[in-house]
């Protein structure tokens, strides 16, 4: 324990984290990218600069991975999603902390939303108020991936595709 170094980049998986914290274990690293935005008239804008980190945390038992990168209007944007899976409950326990406009969402808790796996494909469904949030985390290889959102208005019936789409390459 004394040789154990204070300060690691990404940190390391406990041996004894839930074998779900697996799903989302891609993220552990530092990735680079650019992606578009669709904006409330429909258009859409397109932007370089993102910076997503991913790190284990918490003794190793949950992943806290954040995005940089800037908003429609050019400002810079920071993001901090914390993950981890609740044995207890048998649940994701997904929160986002928005540090650019101050505030905290839970998004997945033991009852409402969900974390699951379709084709490769993980897909976390949250809600905020009267929208339901649909994201998708497509990985193509241990060096890609696609990170995409899709929004309801009518609790999931239709969905308005795209809002954000961001495709990162690893670069550590």
């Known amino acids: 324990m004394a040789n154990e170094p204070a300060i690691t980049t990404y940190g390391e998986k406990n041996p ?6 697996s799903l989302f ?16 008239d429909g258009s859409h804008v397109e932007f370089d600069g993102v910076t997503w980190i991913g790190r284990y945390i918490l003794n190793g038992m949950a992943i806290a991975d954040e995005g940089h990168g800037p908003t429609p209007d050019g400002k810079p944007f920071l993001g901090i999603s914390f993950r981890y899976f609740d ?3 048998d649940s994701w326990v997904i929160e986002f902390l928005n540090v650019s406009n101050s505030f905290l969402r839970r998004q997945v808790k033991p009852q409402r939303g969900s974390v699951s796996l379709d084709a ?9 108020g009267q929208t339901r949030i649909r994201e998708f985390y497509r990985v193509t290889d241990q060096n890609h991936f696609t990170f995409s959102t899709d929004l309801s208005h009518d609790e999931g019936r239709s969905w308005d595709p795209v809002a954000v789409e961001i495709t990162l390459t690893r670069v550590e």
């Open 87 to 89: 044995t207890k409950n």
């Open 120 to 128: 490769g494909t993980v897909i976390v469904i949250s809600e905020d």
């Open 25 to 40: 274990s891609f993220l552990v690293g530092k990735w680079q990218g650019s992606g578009r935005t669709r904006l409330p």
């Open 16 to 21: 004894q984290a839930p074998d779900q914290l």
